[in-house]
Nanobody, 124 residues
């Protein structure tokens, strides 16, 4: 069974950091581009970051550039999203997703598999 599982979410104060993990079972993540998306209440799901299958190319939304870093560890079959200098507007449920034939990294329909999400809350 192909499955993605996110972890690492939680409550953090503004300016703090979290590292999200996206672990795969049933398939090799390094054969897929992996995207991180987030969805806040009442808002559409938006692309945050993406890493291609080789790990050589990364993409970031303008709102997180310079604060978030995406990386992958093929040995652990896991992709990470390091989030620094968190702001209240970063609060959302964060999802990872896998795409075998990615065309536009921010397009939800380009992704074949999705995790269940992990909650990130940024509040003092």
């Amino acid at each position: 069974q192909l499955q993605l599982v996110e972890s690492g979410g939680g409550l953090v104060q503004p300016g703090g950091s979290l590292r999200l993990s996206c672990a795969a079972s049933g398939f090799r993540l390094d054969m897929y581009a992996i995207g991180w998306f987030r969805q806040a209440p009442g808002k559409e799901r938006e692309g945050v970051s993406c890493i291609n299958s080789s790990g050589a190319t990364t993409y970031y939304a303008d709102s997180v550039k310079g604060r978030f870093t995406i990386s992958r560890d093929s040995a652990k079959n896991t992709v990470y999203l390091q989030m620094n200098s968190l702001k209240p507007e970063d609060a959302a449920v964060y999802y990872c997703a896998a795409s075998r034939h990615l065309v536009f990294w921010r397009r939800v329909s380009d992704y074949d598999y999705w995790g269940q999400g992990t909650q990130v809350t940024v509040s003092s």
